[in-house]
């Protein structure tokens, strides 16, 4: 009918006389073809779902009810199928499984951020408290200021884990654009590993702007990643 000719590609021509092997994926084996004939030469109906291959290659599947047709004597004459592809529907689940996934990381990435900035707050308070106790001469003095250095580090790294995970509420301020990614290069460049080389051109004299940090840190991130997974093995990003 229309619709098969529509699904599969296929002209009527092409498919009278024809085995339905014709439309053969791949994508069961055996076991799965016997049992469907099994049950619609036992005279039963079968039901369920078909991975077939259209005539230009391309996989479809379909939910099927196959029942057999019986003449007077009780005799399987002939079998009759009523399909439905279902292909596009599978499709936005899938897409849907995958926003409740990445959804569900998020509110992990932002409850565990949130609490190790909690700890980053006292690490950052102590040392500081510790630094104001000792002279700038003091052999640990120095070591102190790369304590807090680090987690002064740390605290921007969270900040940018609950900006991802909308766990932050939005706080637009007015930025120098090139000191804002210059910032970012060391954690772009882990998020694009060593095979490939980050550029940094900034465009000089650049007017301020006003936006949220973390949300360029987003773009910035989002922009590298799929830049990254568009490159094979090794070459450049430039920004």
């Keep these: 009918n229309p619709a098969f000719v529509r699904v599969t590609g296929y002209t009527v021509a092409e498919v009278v006389g024809q085995n339905p092997r014709l439309l053969k ?122 304590i807090h250095d680090a987690a002064r580090r740390s605290a921007d790294i969270v900040q940018q884990l609950l900006a991802f995970s909308r766990k932050q509420a939005i706080a637009p301020k007015v930025i120098d654009l090139n000191a804002t990614v210059s910032g970012m290069l060391k954690m772009l460049q882990r998020l694009i590993g060593e095979d490939i080389e980050l550029v940094w051109s900034p465009q000089p004299d650049l007017p301020a702007i006003k936006i949220d940090p973390s949300q360029i840190d987003q773009i910035l991130a989002n922009l590298c990643i799929n830049a990254r997974d568009a490159i094979e093995q090794t070459g450049t990003i430039t920004i």
């Design 25 to 146: 994926s791949g994508e069961h084996d055996d076991r799965f073809y016997k049992t469907m004939w099994d049950t619609i030469t036992g005279g039963h109906t079968w039901t369920g779902r078909l991975v077939n291959r259209r005539k230009d290659g391309s996989l479809y599947t379909e939910e099927a009810t196959i029942s057999p047709v019986f003449d007077h004597q009780g005799r399987i004459v002939n079998f009759v199928a009523i399909k439905r592809d279902i292909t596009a529907q599978l499709k936005l689940e899938a897409q849907y499984l995958q926003a409740q996934k990445m959804e569900s990381v998020g509110r992990l990435t932002g409850g565990v951020a949130h609490d190790f900035n909690n700890i980053l707050a006292v690490i950052i308070g102590y040392t500081e408290m510790a630094l104001d106790k000792i002279e700038p001469s003091h052999r640990v003095h120095a070591d102190l200021e790369k």
